[in-house]
């Protein structure tokens, strides 16, 4: 009896590890959060049942870093999210193929790739993020040059800036402002000393803020309002008063995708009209299109002013990777020896 039930176990485990989801697999790399990807995954399956969609929750830069190591065997067949300088470096190299979606004549001409390798979905402000349960609203600093007060020494978070697209622009940015390059190290610099500690990931940058760990960071507006309206976080932010950089944030088809078609379908699924307005209200996403209709989007959109910091987004592309590396190499938690070298 115990040989016929050994037996019996046996056969369900092998019939177990045959049963497979004979779905089309559509693999998707995007920093948009578990939120709307879900949102977008069972939205898409719903009218596409035929298709698994699988999407990796990663940074901008990470999903850079994976697909050009995939290269040969590309794993992805869509890339939803990340900064334009890190869309066109991959452009440059090969990792992306041509694709003009239908609303392509919608978009500015720096908003898009000249040879139609990725495009630009929406407009993302880089904003002060703060705790506003443990930051009096007059103490808030109204400029980026406010957060290097020794006043917030030890009080400041960073999302670690290697693996962040977010990062790597408003970083890369605060370099450009300065006169040289060196300049641009020494404010890196003199934030570092105020710093706390940089997060692996954007959820524990906001739980450590939200626990009041720290309370203070540099991020991006739609995620704040994300993290607030969903989470009842305490998250407020300012717009730099001196103006901030505005990212286009970009979508693209990976070149050799295993499933381009699929791909093309799901790209213009989630930059349709109505996909765009829905992500305005619901997930805080300026779009770059510019035949939408205004009524139709949220009204602190179409009322605020967004003062933009003028960036060498060219510079920034090409120069911006040697500059975080540096930074990561000799001032990452060494800020204090690094400006005594300097001479401050």
């Known amino acids: 009896m115990s040989g016929r039930i050994r037996f019996l176990a046996l056969s369900l485990l092998l019939l177990a590890g045959c049963a497979t989801d004979e779905r089309e697999a559509l693999v998707i790399y995007s920093p948009h959060g578990k939120e709307m990807l879900r949102v977008y995954e069972d939205a898409f399956?719903?009218?596409?049942?035929?298709?698994?969609?699988?999407?990796?929750?990663?940074?901008?830069?990470?999903?850079?870093?994976?697909?050009?190591?995939?290269?040969?065997?590309p794993q992805a067949s869509l890339w939803w999210g990340g900064d334009s300088p890190t869309f066109a470096r991959a452009a440059e190299e090969g990792l992306l193929a041509p694709y003009e979606p239908s609303w392509s004549r919608h978009v500015p001409d720096d908003a898009r790739d000249p040879q139609h390798?990725?495009?630009?979905?929406?407009?993302?402000?880089?904003?002060?993020?703060?705790?506003?349960?443990?930051?009096?609203a007059e103490e808030v600093p109204q400029d980026w040059d406010d957060l290097l007060d020794p006043a917030w020494q030890g009080r400041v978070l960073i999302r670690y800036p290697l693996d962040s697209s977010t990062m790597r622009t408003i970083f890369g940015a605060m370099i450009l402002r300065q006169p040289t390059v060196e300049e641009g190290y020494r404010w890196l610099a003199r934030l570092d000393v105020n710093t706390k500690t940089y997060t692996a990931d954007p959820t524990q940058l906001y739980l450590k803020i939200a626990r009041e760990e720290g309370d203070i960071t540099l991020w991006n507006m739609p995620d704040t309002y994300i993290q607030a309206?969903?989470?009842?976080?305490?998250?407020?932010?300012?717009?730099?008063?001196?103006?901030?950089?505005?990212?286009?944030?970009?979508?693209?088809?990976?070149?050799n995708a295993p499933n381009p078609e699929r791909a093309r379908q799901f790209y213009e699924f989630v930059t349709s009209d109505t996909a765009l307005v829905?992500?305005?209200?619901?997930f805080y996403r300026i779009p770059a299109r510019t035949d939408l209709d205004p009524a139709a989007l949220p009204d602190w959109m179409t009322r605020?002013?967004?003062?933009?910091?003028?960036?060498?987004?060219?510079?920034?592309?090409?120069?911006?990777p040697a500059w975080m590396q540096y930074w990561d190499e000799h001032i990452k938690g060494r800020g204090a020896a690094y400006l005594e070298e300097a001479g401050r």
């Open 278 to 282: 829905r992500q305005a209200h619901d």
């Open 45 to 73: 399956e719903a009218a596409h049942p035929e298709v698994d969609v699988q999407w990796l929750d990663m940074g901008g830069q990470n999903a850079y870093d994976r697909i050009r190591t995939e290269r040969q065997n």
């Open 229 to 255: 309206q969903t989470y009842d976080y305490p998250f407020d932010y300012v717009i730099p008063a001196s103006g901030t950089p505005v990212l286009y944030d970009g979508i693209a088809i990976v070149q």
């Open 304 to 320: 605020r002013q967004i003062k933009a910091m003028p960036v060498d987004w060219d510079r920034l592309a090409t120069e911006g």
């Open 117 to 136: 390798r990725w495009y630009a979905t929406y407009l993302t402000p880089e904003v002060i993020m703060y705790n506003s349960r443990t930051v009096p």
